[in-house]
């Protein structure tokens, strides 16, 4: 039996977990600021710093109380140590060196994305490989799952430009529905028409994301400009439901291809916008028609905590992959960091062949 406590504080919440062997979920505490972030409609760095560090003590003592765990029951501590905003990251970061070496265990550094991989495994079995989609807030990217060592888990494609919860956030500040706006948007949307509103499907290609335009579009729309010039601006429940479909269907569709190019017929979506019923609703779909398993964690696992920084965490210190107390927080994630020392190879290659 291992019990790990697992940290998180990547944006704007601040979490703590204690889960045993990677999968049993002890107890998981989450400390969410939207309210304190509201008023910007957006996450302002320097408040979630200091919220986190106020509130990070009390969430390890409460996780760990209602796990009925001691520090010395414990096998090692881990935190998510990137990507994310780096003084948010660099709170959860100390608390868990902190704590690592006042009651000498094993710190693991976990990445935040690659946890939201992990996170369907808290609730069901899910072997790799999988395709896995996370969408949230802060990042929209497609990974494949080979198993959850170092290098295991690949980066196949991600967003050109905002994270599909960042788009619903928009638009639903455009709307004046306040912030996070995903929920918001969704429930406007469901007494909306989809149909009502053309918005532009994105022509990116392969497992690539792109939401700008179809903000671009949103706003156009609500202003009357462009080919909506001239005409009343839509209901805004059909402006949401319109959207709400146009996000789901472009993430299903890479999700499909993603699964396909990898010939896995397992598939997992993740992340805060993983909540949403439109896109719940697509995946399934896609799932039925191509008789693929579809894993989605249930919403306490979606959105941000640290019940799978610990589940992950575990896999890792099984792997041996323990990290020193020098260990720094990164704003960065290795997969993305990985994609781009790839790319540089290729492009060196190619070079190379030039005469
Ligand atoms: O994973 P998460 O809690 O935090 C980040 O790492 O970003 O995701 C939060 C994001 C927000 O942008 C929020 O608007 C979006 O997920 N979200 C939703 C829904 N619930 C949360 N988007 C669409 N529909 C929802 N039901
Ligand atoms: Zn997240």
């Not at 990507?83 to 000498?104: D, E, I, M, Q, S």
């Not at 609730?123 to 999988?130: A, D, G, R, S, T």
Request: charge should be negative; glycine fraction near 10%.
């Amino acid at each position: 039996m291992t019990l790990l406590l697992g940290i998180e504080s990547s944006c704007d919440e601040t979490a703590a977990a204690v889960v045993r062997d990677g999968r049993e979920v002890k107890s998981s505490r989450v400390a969410s600021q939207h309210e304190l972030h509201a008023p910007w409609r957006g996450v302002v760095p320097e408040l979630a710093s200091r919220a986190h560090a106020e509130r990070l003590p009390a969430m390890i003592e409460a996780a760990l109380a209602e796990a009925g765990v001691s520090p010395d029951e414990l096998d090692g501590v881990a935190v998510a140590a990137r990507p994310g905003l780096l003084g948010a990251l660099l709170v959860g970061v100390c608390g868990a060196k902190a704590f690592a070496w006042a009651h000498g265990l094993p710190l693991v550094d976990v990445d935040h994305v690659e946890a939201h991989v992990y996170s369907p495994l808290l609730v069901v079995k899910l072997e790799p490989p999988y395709v896995c989609l996370v969408a949230s807030g802060g990042h929209t990217a497609l990974y494949l799952a080979r198993g959850f060592g170092e290098g295991e888990i690949d980066l196949l494609g991600t967003t050109r430009d905002d994270a599909a919860g960042e788009a619903f956030d928009k638009l639903a500040a455009m709307l004046e529905l306040g912030f996070p706006g995903g929920p918001a948007v969704q429930r406007l949307a469901s007494g909306g028409d989809p149909d009502a509103v053309e918005l532009p499907t994105t022509r990116l290609e392969g497992l690539q994301f792109s939401f700008s335009g179809l903000k671009t579009a949103a706003r156009y729309a609500l202003e009357g400009r462009g080919k909506h010039a001239g005409g009343p601006p839509p209901a805004p429940a059909d402006l949401a439901a319109a959207f709400q479909r146009a996000v789901a269907e472009q993430l299903v569709s890479r999700l499909a291809a993603a699964a396909e190019q990898a010939g896995v017929s397992r598939v997992a979506i993740a992340g805060g916008v993983a909540a949403n019923s439109a896109l719940r609703a697509a995946s399934e779909a896609l799932c039925a028609t191509k008789g693929w398993r579809l894993a989605v964690p249930p919403l306490c696992y979606c959105t941000d905590n640290a019940a799978m920084i610990a589940g992950l965490g575990f896999h890792r210190l099984r792997a041996g992959l323990t990290a020193p107390l020098e260990l720094e927080p990164s704003p960065r994630s290795e997969a993305r960091e990985l994609g781009r020392v790839l790319r540089q190879r290729a492009q060196q290659r190619h070079h190379r062949k030039q005469p």
